[in-house]
């Protein structure tokens, strides 16, 4: 059989444009089919446009606490359209150099939907038919809106969030995880009445409890009305607004309402089906250590995969995958003790096994906690206090989790997170000098164990 190209990407977010680009530079031909953007979640809708109102949420903080420091800050006011003006400036910018970058890899990139017409051929939406001797799926993930109930088609999910036309002065986020937390925390300090619910009793499972109630409290200053074990059973337009049904009989009235209750792989009309590859029950590609399928020629990266659903780990996923089928060298992704971050105000930065993961799987644990009000807070009045913890090993003293809430915590772990990667020890960190006077100080100066927890026989 002859074939168009060597490799076929189906979407062009981070994964599917590292692994073109990679397969590119190995001598490969490349094409990428992308339906929407260049650039895939992160760039257009998801991490950058989120940190970029994240830094505008911030100034509220930052022009109250100037009083604290001698300045005199006058009157001020927020301009949503300003904001998404400036926001679409920049995704555009960025979108631009994806698409250079593939161009002057000499990926070819076709601007419509594709989808797989059998292990080694690709349709376009065009009808055209292009054979591939590999195809790879890096479609990425979309907003699961759900509950399914009465009125849905009124709310809006994190995609449509950014570019909304005017600013929600009453905002209601269903959801408990951490793009739910982000908007949240966003919006909150951007001005509006914020009120979230959740079918969980506490926010961001899976992360560590000290973190997740030491966020919760401070959202809870921040002005954002919890609800747990809450969700809403009807939503209706009316009177200029969307009023939010309850089971136990309240009516909210707000401006939006987001749904932010998790997000699926986009593998629907993908025609993976017809070729045979295997999905999970959430509809996620199956994929072995080389991102390859149980179809030979189709592969897949990133969060159509549903393994880490983060921005660099489908990048590294891409690079590896290119690496190993057109470069015949590289090694497997290590999805061990990737470090991660929940940009909400104050954010938190996370990398290893929890306290409750770490009591599961080692026979001895030890915390370390440090609990300390930063010194920007001193002057300026602010209630804020910032916690951070350290997840030991006690039989080897390795250091197995570190947990930050605070200023700049997901700076800090990214490095904690090669002392995790690197095996180091307790003793490493205490090895360290300081840097003082700063909040990362306290990770080499924590000396005092809090807890430690042995099983029985240990």
């Known amino acids: 059989m002859s074939f168009d190209v ?26 990428v089919a992308e339906e929407f953007r260049i650039g895939g979640t992160c760039v257009i809708r998801g991490c950058v446009p989120k940190k970029l109102l994240v830094y505008a949420s911030r100034f509220a903080d930052d022009f109250a606490d100037a009083a604290g420091f001698g300045w005199r800050v006058g009157e001020t006011s927020f301009d949503w359209p300003t904001m998404v003006r400036a926001k679409e400036q920049e995704i555009t910018r960025l979108s631009a150099i994806y698409r250079a970058n593939l161009e002057k890899a000499g990926v070819k990139i076709i601007q419509e939907r594709a989808e797989v017409a059998g292990p080694q051929s690709v349709r376009l939406a065009d009808g055209r038919l292009i054979r591939a001797r590999h195809i790879l799926i890096a479609a990425g993930a979309a907003p699961d809106l759900a509950p399914a109930i009465p009125g849905l088609e009124h709310a809006i999910s994190s995609n449509e969030i950014f570019d909304l036309p005017a600013f929600p002065r009453r905002l209601l986020v269903v959801g408990g995880g951490y793009i739910a937390v982000e908007f949240a925390s966003v919006f909150a300090r951007l001005g509006a009445a914020v009120t979230q619910v959740m079918r969980a009793d506490n926010i961001l499972r899976g992360f560590d409890e000290d973190m997740r109630t030491g966020l919760r409290e401070e959202l809870r200053h921040a002005g954002i009305m919890f609800g747990f074990a809450r969700l809403p059973t009807r939503i209706e337009k009316r009177d200029g607004a969307l009023h939010v049904a309850f089971a136990d009989g309240e009516d909210l009235a707000v401006d939006q309402v987001l749904i932010a209750t998790g997000r699926r792989p986009n593998t629907a009309r993908l025609g993976l089906q017809t070729a045979g590859v295997a999905l999970d029950a959430a509809g996620a590609v199956k994929v072995d250590e080389w991102s390859a399928t149980n179809v030979p020629t189709i592969h897949a990266v990133g969060d159509v995969t549903n393994r880490i659903n983060l921005t660099p780990v489908a990048i590294r996923e891409g690079h590896a995958f290119a690496d190993h089928l057109f470069g015949g ?56 206090h910032t916690i951070m913890k350290l997840v030991v090993d006690g039989a080897s003293d390795r250091l197995i989790g570190a947990h930050i809430l605070g200023h700049e915590a997901g700076e800090m772990v990214q490095l904690l997170a090669i002392a995790v990667k690197m095996k180091a020890t307790k003793a490493d960190l205490d090895a360290t000098m300081a840097v003082h006077p700063t909040a990362a100080e306290e990770l080499v100066t924590m000396r005092t164990r809090t807890e430690r927890f042995a099983r029985e026989g240990e």
């Not at 444009?17 to 990679?22: E, G, H, L, M, W």
């Not at 061990?336 to 909400?344: L, N, Q």
């Open 329 to 384: 060298k590289g090694s497997p992704v290590d999805h061990d003790s990737v470090p991660s971050a929940v940009f909400a105000t104050p954010e938190i930065g996370a990398v290893g096994l929890t306290e409750a993961q770490a009591r599961e799987r080692f026979g001895i644990v030890d915390i370390y906690r440090a609990k300390f009000r930063p010194m920007k807070a001193t002057l300026s009045g602010r209630r804020e």
């Open 6 to 31: 060597d490799l076929f990407v189906i979407g062009a977010g981070s994964g599917g444009v590292r692994a073109a680009r990679i397969a590119a530079g190995h001598g490969a031909s490349a094409m």
